[in-house]
């Protein structure tokens, strides 16, 4: 784990950030010499020629690429200057029983309805009309982006899109806001509760689609405390891989029955559901904090 540091928690902040920025830089590099060599076309035209179908197998093969440099390279790098065994200083390490795995499962299917109902609260905030636009601006974006990866019309196609929106993001993403980032804020706040939910915000907004703010947000919630008392990145990653296949899986089915639309991609559930799925969340949650404690006790 991180906690043996050679450097405070603010300096591992700062690097991570910075290692992002390079990140962001390189990866910009990279699609501008890919589109002008690759694709043949100007930079300035890369985001419609990535809604082409001729074009998706290069955008899904882009897209792996891109979440290894920006979420997984940082964090791999902030661990080893913090110290040795970079990747064990992420949480990916051995301890982890098939109780703990099966009480993770259940909590996802929990919270996937939760999830569906913290959306449609989510559509209740009031916004300006100014804001309203700008978010649905997002969203569309956001909705075009999706589709164009998750038009699927054979095994294989569901096979490379759960490596691309469900393997990829659970490894990388886990790696950077569980395993790195939330261990450099709750030892920098000093509070578990402030530090997950501080890079459950992080994790929510850089996905930049207000309209799924709060489901994400709840998401960071569930991985960051899942990782705090298992000590063990592997059973988030599970958690949030099991989250996005069930979303890919959907995506399949209403592409292989021709009924792939932005409307249709709505996973909003009524408000009792929610509240029936919270209640499920937090006796599975006691099991599984009980099984973790006892676990790491035994090491």
Known sequence: MLS??????????????????????????????????????????????????????????????????MWGVPALAVAAISGPKPVEQLGYNETMSGKQVFLVVLMIVAGIALGGALGELNRMIPLTEELNQKFKVWEENYSKQVMSIANMKNVNDYLFTLLILAITPALFEEMFFRGCMQQILVKGTGSAFAGILITSIIFSAVHLSFFGFLPRLFLGFLLGYIFHYSKNLWLPVIAHFLNNAF????????????????????DTYPYY???????????????????????????
């Open 4 to 69: 043996n540091q050679k450097l405070n928690s603010i300096g591992q902040f700062a690097l991570l950030i910075g290692f992002v920025g390079v990140g962001m830089v390189l990866l910009s590099l990279i699609m501008g010499l890919l589109a002008r060599y690759a694709l043949n076309i100007p930079l300035e035209d890369l985001s419609t020629a990535m809604f082409e179908p001729r074009n998706i197998d290069f955008i899904r093969v882009l897209q792996i690429f891109s979440s290894f440099l």
């Open 247 to 266: 979303g890919v899986t959907v995506l399949y089915s209403l592409s292989r029955s021709g009924k792939l639309t932005p409307d249709a991609m709505d």
């Open 273 to 299: 559901y929610g509240v029936i799925a919270a209640m499920a969340i937090i006796v599975i949650f006691i099991a599984f904090k009980k099984e973790s404690t006892q676990l790491l006790k035994q090491q």
